[in-house]
């Protein structure tokens, strides 16, 4: 595990301050926040790169906070894979190697697994030039975890890569994790992702923490302005999947598809859900009879929430939608959403 | 298609300049006979000026070499305050006239500054020695490969550094494995160019050291007592040494196409 305790940094131009954090051995956990929040400051600050004002930093019990980069046993993968260009597939992988006292035995069988995982076995005397973004950064991912780290740290790793390469490098992340002992923490922007891989994040702006629980608690019950906004996909459930069907508590929405999970999350944007005094004939598969239990200004919008059964959707309608449909607390409404507009992770 | 009026400019000037460099250089190695060359390279003198010549370059850019990576890699990776003023510093050798840098030299180096002193308790001439010459060489020389490998450095993410201080290695190591093997090639061609500025210093060491004889001032001498004629076979030899050289160090910074 790693905990993180008061810490402050100040760079330049930059501040992070009172950043308390605690990650379970073995966890997986997310860091969100959005572009110049500091999520790479504070994971470069635990590996020991960027000198810290005050506060500590454990892993374990042991106290991390003046050891150099070298002697943390935290490995790193970046958005851009940093790999070295001068050095083969097999040099990258094997370079931490040089520097620690692995047993021989034990590291070939290490390298043979994570070539096996990562499916590089035939690109190992390749130099990185001649790599695509998805096999760049698979190597990065082999030359960090070689050296069996305690806690891997991921920098936005599935950034910069093509959509078809990144759903194979975000299972790869997850089964290297399920196969291994190293805590893992990722930065990212991407909602899939973090539901995909995690169940515990931390969304970080303006230098500080904002909010750190359970991925569903920050979508549902976000403690700050900045967290609802930056979540901005508001209706998050827990769903039992039955075939093309979701089960939402005692609701059942159909997705048009079926999901290769039996249980799993749903997500729907509050500006795809539609509220109606009747019942609306369309395209929309899933309408349901709600009634309003809230009405909230949002400036250009109204968030308003709505019960169905025991679930509680947020739509975004506009003020004159309010007004034409005489929404108040209470109200008789029907709420519809087109299955295509359903998310299912 | 018609070219434009500035095409046309461009072209003109691209000539006149290339035929500035060229001319004066195709007619210097042109103008002395083979027989000339011959005799020339038979003089012990010539010889030796232009190995003192060659061997002092290199020494200022090995100085420059040892002394300057380390500050290099300083400038290149941080910010520090007074870090503007520390590059002005350091191409001030470039802007000075040369006889000024002689001089200068020379001012601390002799007898009246209590460096000078210091010196002569241990033995070292400045003055008229090829320690001196050395001396200036470098002093002159040390920009060009500081700035040269400066940028090399500067091309190397630091991403690279911080990813291998991770996987366990120390900075020497970090050094020594990763960001040496990605910079030396900027590093040698900043030693070509200090050298190549080095053996092409005439009025700083002319001021500290008149001899031993590096041939720059060999040429010189020749030009003064015995006309252009004598002092052409000198030029034709040092120019034609020190470019081989050069083209031979210029080939090994050449990259295989399947390298980054």
């Given at each position: 595990m790693i905990a993180v305790q008061d810490l402050n940094i100040s760079l330049p131009e930059f501040d992070l301050s009172d950043i308390n954090l605690s990650i379970g051995e073995s966890e997986f956990f997310i860091l969100m926040g959005p572009t110049g929040a500091g999520k790479t400051v504070l994971l470069e600050a635990m590996a020991g790169l960027v000198p810290i004002r005050s506060g500590k930093i454990f892993i374990g019990e042991r106290d991390?906070?003046?050891?150099p980069p070298e002697k943390r046993d935290i490995s790193l993968v970046y958005q851009d894979y940093?790999?070295?260009?001068?050095?083969t597939v097999l040099e990258n992988i094997t370079y931490g190697l040089h520097f620690h006292r692995i047993d021989r035995a034990q590291s070939e069988v290490m390298l043979t697994r994570l070539l096996e995982i990562l499916n590089l076995r035939h690109l190992?005397?390749?130099?990185?030039?001649?790599?695509?973004g998805g096999e760049k950064q698979r190597v990065s991912l082999a030359r960090a975890l070689m050296v069996e780290p305690r806690v891997l740290l991921l920098d936005?790793?599935?950034?910069?890569?093509d959509p078809a390469f990144r759903e194979e490098v975000r299972n790869a992340i997850k089964r290297l994790h399920q196969s291994s002992n190293a805590t893992f923490l990722m930065v990212t922007h991407d909602f899939a992702e973090a539901l995909s891989l995690a169940r515990r994040a931390a969304v970080m702006n303006n230098g500080r923490i904002e909010q750190v629980g359970s991925i569903e608690d920050i979508f549902?019950?976000?403690?700050s302005t900045f967290v609802a906004d930056f979540v901005g996909m508001k209706n998050l459930f827990t769903a039992r999947f039955k075939g093309t069907k979701a089960v939402v508590r005692s609701l059942e929405i159909e997705l048009g598809r079926e999901p290769s999970d039996s249980i799993g999350y749903i997500a729907i944007r509050p500006e795809d859900i539609v509220i109606s005094r009747e019942a609306i004939a369309s395209s929309m598969r899933n309408s349901f009879k709600a009634g309003v239990t809230g009405i909230f200004d949002q400036g250009f919008y109204y968030e308003v929430h709505v019960r169905a059964g025991e679930v509680t959707f947020k739509s975004l309608i506009t003020k004159r939608s309010v007004f034409e449909l005489q929404l108040r607390e209470g109200t008789e409404v029907f709420v519809s959403f087109k299955s295509t507009a359903i998310h299912n992770f | 298609m018609r070219r434009e009026p500035f095409f046309w400019i461009t072209i003109s000037c691209g000539l006149v300049i290339m035929a500035f460099i060229l001319l004066p250089l195709i007619e210097l190695m042109t103008a002395p006979s083979l027989a000339m060359l011959k005799e020339t390279i038979q003089d012990k003198d010539v010889v030796r000026s232009i190995w003192l010549s060659i061997y002092t370059a290199g020494l200022a850019g090995l100085i420059s070499f040892i002394l300057g990576t380390p500050l290099a890699y300083l400038l290149a990776r941080s910010n520090f305050r007074g870090k503007r003023l520390v590059e002005g510093v350091i191409d001030l050798p470039i802007a000075i006239p040369h006889p000024v840098v002689g001089i200068a030299i020379l001012s601390v180096?002799?007898?009246?500054h209590w460096i000078g002193q210091v010196f002569s308790e241990l033995g070292?001439?400045?003055?008229?020695s090829v320690t001196g010459i050395v001396m200036v060489l470098t002093f002159v020389g040390i920009p060009f490969y500081l700035n040269a490998t400066k940028n090399g450095f500067e091309g190397i993410s630091p991403r690279l550094e911080k990813v291998s201080r991770s996987l366990g290695a120390s900075m020497f190591s970090t050094f020594f494995r990763i960001t040496f093997p990605l910079a030396w090639r900027s590093m040698l061609i900043g030693i070509i160019m200090c050298c190549a500025r080095a053996i092409s210093e005439f009025g700083a060491v002319v001021i500290v050291?008149?001899?031993?004889?590096i041939a720059p001032v060999m040429i010189y001498e020749r030009f003064e007592a015995y006309g252009l004629r004598y002092s052409q076979p000198i030029a034709v030899w040092l120019v034609s040494i020190s470019l081989a050289l050069f083209l031979i160090l210029r080939l090994l910074t050449i990259r295989s196409p399947k390298e980054v």
């Open positions: 991390i906070t003046t050891l940093a790999l070295f260009p001068h050095l190992q005397g390749r130099l990185p030039v001649n790599l695509s936005e790793p599935l950034s910069a890569l549902q019950r976000p403690s | 180096a002799g007898k009246n070292i001439r400045v003055m008229g050291a008149y001899h031993p004889m």
